[in-house]
C-alpha cells in the first residue's frame, strides 16, 4: 500500500546496522529487518509481511519470510529500489484470521509500510484484503467537556474529514471522569483505527490504561494526544502508551542535537531536581517564551509602561529558545514557533517528525 509517510518518518532510519544483526523483535510476533545503508534523503522504502510464524501454517510461513529476507538482502545489496534500501517487516498471522487483522492493521497504519504482501489460505487473504485496500481510518474524538477539547476537535474533524478520514464519534466528559469503559467498548466494538484523544488529567491516566487493557493497541489501534509531554508520560505504565503520537514545540529528545535547549533544560534540572519536568505539554516552554519575548519588548521600549510594551511585543522575537527561535506573529497576540511529533517508546520521546521552519498559529 502507498503512502506518503517517508518525509515523516526519514529521521529514524539514519543509522546504518549490518544486516544480519539488524532484525530487531518489535514485539509478540513482531520483526524488523533493517538494511545496513540508508539514503538520509528519503529513508527507506517499508515492506511489510503478514505470513503465519505460528500456528497450523508456521511450516509455510516460516519459509515465506525466509524468502522475503532473502530478496529484500539481494535488492539492498545491489542497490536497493529507486535509490532507497528497503526495510522490511514482519508480521505474524498466527493461522488466525483476528490476529491477522490486528498484525496487519499494525503495518499500515502504525509503521506506515509502502507494501503488504501475505496471506497463505484463501479464508486469510480474504480477512486482511479490507484492512489493505481501505484508505479511510476510522477516528474517535473523546475530550474533556471545555473550551480546548472543543476547539481542538472542531479543527482534528476538518483535516480527518478532507483527507478522507471518519469521525465515529465525539463526545465529551466531566473533568473530573475516571470511568470509560463504556467509551472504551464503543470504540473497540466500532473498529476505531486512531483515538485523538483531549480527555485531560486527572482521567486521561485511567482512559489510556482501560484502552490498553481492552487490547486496543495490541489489535492495531493507534493513540494521538498532541499535548501528551514528558510530565503526563509518568502517569501511565510504559506499555500503555506505547506509540502514542504527540506534537509539540519541544521535546527532551530535541536538547541532544540542540546547545541552546540542552543547556536550557540543564539549569532547569540542576535548580528543581524531581517530579516537575522541563516540558511543552505543561506550558513550560510556553512560560519561558512569553518572560523572554516580554524582556526583549521592555529592553526596546526603554520602559515597563503597558501600552509601550505591548506595541514592542508586537512583533519581539527570540532567537534561541527551547525547541528554536520564535516570534510573534503581529496583530495575532500569538508566537510563530517549530513544531515536531515525537511518538512514545519504551517511557520516552523519539522525534519522528519536524516542520520545516517556524509554524503560524493559523488554528488559533
Known sequence: MLNDHRQLSRRRFLRNFAFASAVIAAGPGSWVIRPDW??????????????????????????????ARMVVNEINETGGLLGRPIELLIEDTASNESVAVGNVRKLIQRDKVDLVLGGIASSMRNAIKDIIISRGTRFALPGSNYVWPQTINAYARKVIESSGGEVVFEEYYPLDQIDFSSTVSRITSNKVDVVFNSVIPPGVGSFFKQLYEAGFSRNGGQLGCVYYDENTLEMNQAHEIEGLASSLDYYRAFAVEDPVSAKIQSTYEKQFPGKFRFSAGSAATGTYRGLKLWEAAVKEAGTIDRDAVAAALDHAKLAQGPGGPAEMVPGRRHCRMNMYVGVARAGQYEIVARSAGLVDPKEC
Do not use: M
Open 38 to 67: 540508508a539514503n538520509a534523503a528519503e529513508g527507506p522504502i517499508r515492506i511489510g509481511i503478514a505470513t503465519d510464524l505460528t500456528g497450523a501454517l508456521g511450516f509455510a510461513g516460516n519459509t515465506d519470510a525466509n524468502v
